[in-house]
């Protein structure tokens, strides 16, 4: 197919690799030019509105404000031609969601949400699970796209906004299981245990899986950079959960907590230091060595 | 081996069935003398001192008052002949570890501190993790037992409280798994995924597992009863935890939102139900159908 | 003075009362036309524009979203005449007051926050505390019209935006000493003291003055309406000062927690009651008569 | 009369001092001799059960422990003859409180719980807020010798521990009110205003009131010594707080915040200084100057 693609960060240069191994046309757009340039296989163009056609486009923005700037305020929506699918892969807040949805909608553009779980080394070997929001025939349409980057797609339902919300719920639970982690290595090592050793038991008990062997890895050995995922990222993502869970008039006070513990993280300077870094948060809080 | 065993609940009586399998002689007591007498291939005895006897003796007790009562105010420890190995396998409080391993010294009685991770069914398959604290060699002395009974003993170390500390963390890294998982299927549900769904997604993907598979097959289908672990004793050990966490100066927030959950799920009458529990009380703060 | 007012809720009225007293012309908007005709001594106006003349204009408003529309949308500023100063007494995000300091300025006219410390009753008295936030020189301008509508005006400097976080602030010390007296009652009665008895064990003691004493009655009685200050706008202030508090990472876990108490509060349908009902969530929460 | 006095700490020598300027008999015993001999018009006495005697005997200690040494380790209750009445000022656990009870009443020894509101200053000018739990005849007794060293006694019912359990509630409120005050002057500050204006702001507003005002002139001078009330004793009251909050089933999650900011506080060495050092506290999570 002759898609589009928009946001060449770590992620989006991995998927759109796959997307040109799978044989497709690939005009890709980047805001700094140079990852578009150097993308092999892809043809590299001068503005969202020129990737903002052909059978579908894909975007894969950093926030809220890149997909308003590259999407709307660009131009581009406003100048796609009706029929075109727009898979959007980002963690966005709901609100944004929805009105991306509405606003496609006016334009007769197709709208799917299509956030993804897994890192840079999983989106390379098309190993990604897509969470799909959106009408199902249009996800039927892309499907052999999506094929082509992941290994699964979960079709959440009609509403592309569910499936931001529920990708929002996802990393609220990883940064809980991190905290949790952080805490009780903490405590255990308080008593004596060293860290390393914790982490052993834990994961090879039972907590297995790839969240608390891949980030408990990191706190044994507190090696924090670079970072696979910035706690200021993972502090976006959980302040969207608790907009997320406001508007939906639900609670969420373990979510408040592992918030303030990323915005404390952020707060003394470990922003840009992987997740795991809640390690070194819960021992400065505890007077210990960090 | 010639072994004594205190305390029959579902787990000691799963564990004892082990060792007598093993082809171990087991003199076993229980508080209410019913379980005791159906220990099949076991010899039921009259008192703790009776079981306080042989080459070890193990004891598997609800909590810090049980343990209190049936070895020090039975007189069961001060009758012990020196030599004897005391292997306590109770999930109790640091504190009552130390006065326990004090006690057992100036008693001359070895001890060891061996709580496990794995409930009945586990241990029925013989298949626990045994956390154990304490000098190398007498747990070299009882590891055939311990084999026996188990699939791994990790030797944390010299000190017998810092397994139970361990223990402990574990147990609040469950409560947390947990109260993540409710809440973050509330959030999804609000948004209109139905509990299934969010369940079958997370565990198929990023956190897979006994801990979030078990427990959140139970939330997707609001089934409490019968308790695997019941609300109101993962209550009594996150107060435990955050009285390690006390006397160790580790502040734990997470451990305390995990811990006013439970309280609530306690107040609200729910605390004999399932851990998994905590499904509802999320559903309920909520305003949410529970 | 020749002023306009916009926005005549239950401050506004009681404040245009006094501009009125106090012998100034004020030309009065509100959305919908009833309160305007009604106001005695005020000439009603058609259009925010209207009311955007003159010497000053206050405007009163609910929250952000009001402000931006009577304001911005409505065209009233970017008609405004250079040298008109608007006195903007509305509680609103930290973001937006920063806005509209730059919108303002932009179109040449002056801008002071100014929100107030006080509910109606006090409004209607004269008796506000006024937090001042903008031009020293603007501010002299209309002090004569704040000493019309309040006691005392703090001038907390230069910066607008400034006022507007000072406010949120003492709106979240508000509303921690609530959800505390709340707790502390719950627990109390708990014990057996009823609620009256300990209301009036702490505001005779350690905690005299209006906040515990006007809440604090409401608690003792468990009459939580009509609204003095509705739960579900102590929300939204709550959701605005942990914006604030995210902007400036300065994490504030007390400020989360009167958050999600309100957030439950709001979500089991008591938002429309006082404030105060932070009591009944107490009670609720530990399965005991509200 | 004839009374005794265990226990000469600051508030201990304040209060005996009253106890003789109103012409009272009074034998003094304290761990440490020293205090003992240095009262001025009392009786220094070599052991807590001569003391234990007379007409009254008056207790104030540090904490359970110290209760349970001087009271019960030392043989002075199981020699006290029938009819005594013991006054026990400190602010124990709810749970010694009952234990006490129990044990005065086994002894034929009237027990008053009589815990104060108020620091040494207070006492020493015998305006002491008395919270007392008791008989009321017994209560009658001895009011004349509580008007000599208090302004108000307020009987809240027949259960001594009642009294301790409201006493824990308002320590916890007290711990709320700094914390909050901590985090609001760290909001405000990070938004440009003076520790000093703001809370000169809020105590010349809604929060007059000895602990607004005098903790928070503390927190505007950043002098957190030396302390009228250690953070270490505000961090052992709200585990009292928490340990009567879990046995009466009443979650409290702003106390549990407390008691964490408090518990941080301890490990990061500052739990000698005045409990206003919450202040420090949420200046450094927020990695701004302390």
């Not at 990708?167 to 949790?180: D, Q, S």
């Not at 303030?260 to 060595?289: N, W």
């Given at each position: 197919?002759?898609?589009?693609?928009?946001?060449?960060?770590?992620?989006?240069?991995?998927?759109?690799?796959?997307?040109?191994?799978?044989?497709?046309?690939?005009?890709?757009?980047n805001?700094?030019?140079?990852?578009?340039?150097?993308?092999?296989?892809?043809?590299?163009?001068?503005?969202?509105?020129?990737?903002f056609?052909?059978?579908a486009?894909?975007?894969?923005l950093?926030?809220?404000?890149?997909?308003?700037?590259?999407i709307?305020?660009?131009?581009?929506?406003?100048?796609?031609?009706?029929g075109?699918?727009h898979?959007?892969?980002?963690?966005?807040?709901?609100?944004?969601?929805?009105?991306?949805?509405k606003?496609?909608?006016?334009?007769?553009?197709?709208?799917?949400?299509?956030?993804?779980?897994?890192?840079?080394?999983?989106?390379?070997?098309?190993?990604?699970?897509?969470?799909?929001?959106?009408?199902?025939?249009?996800?039927?349409?892309?499907?052999?796209?999506?094929?082509?980057?992941?290994?699964?797609?979960?079709?959440?339902?009609?509403?592309?906004?569910?499936?931001?919300?529920?990708?929002?719920?996802?990393?609220?639970?990883?940064?809980?299981?991190?905290?949790?982690?952080?805490?009780?290595?903490?405590?255990?090592?308080?008593?004596?245990?060293?860290?390393?050793?914790?982490?052993?038991?834990?994961?090879?008990?039972?907590?297995?899986?790839?969240?608390?062997?891949?980030?408990?890895?990191?706190?044994?050995?507190?090696?924090?950079t670079?970072?696979?995922?910035?706690?200021?990222?993972?502090?976006?993502?959980?302040?969207?959960?608790?907009?997320?869970?406001?508007?939906?008039?639900?609670?969420?006070?373990?979510?408040?907590?592992?918030?303030?513990?990323?915005?404390?993280?952020?707060?003394?300077?470990?922003?840009?230091?992987?997740?795991?870094?809640?390690?070194?948060?819960?021992?400065?809080?505890?007077?210990?060595?960090?």
């Amino acid at each position: 197919m002759d898609i589009g693609f928009i946001g060449l960060g770590h992620m989006g240069r991995a998927i759109v690799a796959n997307l040109v191994k799978a044989g497709h046309t690939v005009r890709v757009w980047n805001r700094s030019p140079g990852p578009a340039q150097e993308a092999a296989g892809a043809i590299a163009v001068g503005s969202p509105a020129a990737a903002f056609a052909g059978d579908a486009v894909f975007s894969m923005l950093a926030d809220d404000d890149a997909v308003r700037e590259a999407i709307v305020a660009s131009g581009a929506l406003a100048q796609a031609k009706k029929g075109l699918v727009h898979v959007n892969m980002a963690t966005v807040s709901v609100a944004l969601a929805e009105e991306m949805a509405k606003a496609h909608q006016a334009q007769g553009v197709a709208y799917l949400a299509a956030p993804v779980l897994g890192r840079p080394d999983v989106a390379a070997a098309a190993k990604l699970n897509i969470l799909a929001g959106g009408d199902a025939k249009t996800l039927a349409h892309v499907q052999p796209l999506l094929d082509a980057i992941g290994q699964k797609t979960w079709h959440l339902g009609e509403v592309p906004s569910r499936a931001n919300a529920v990708k929002l719920a996802v990393n609220f639970m990883l940064g809980a299981a991190i905290e949790a982690t952080a805490e009780a290595a903490a405590l255990a090592g308080a008593h004596g245990l060293e860290p390393d050793a914790f982490i052993k038991l834990i994961t090879g008990t039972v907590f297995p899986g790839p969240v608390y062997e891949g980030y408990g890895a990191r706190i044994a050995s507190s090696s924090y950079t670079p970072a696979a995922f910035a706690a200021r990222l993972a502090h976006k993502d959980l302040r969207l959960v608790l907009a997320a869970a406001g508007t939906a008039k639900v609670p969420m006070p373990l979510a408040s907590v592992v918030h303030d513990a990323l915005l404390e993280t952020v707060a003394m300077g470990d922003g840009e230091s992987d997740l795991a870094v809640l390690g070194k948060t819960a021992l400065r809080r505890a007077g210990r060595k960090t």
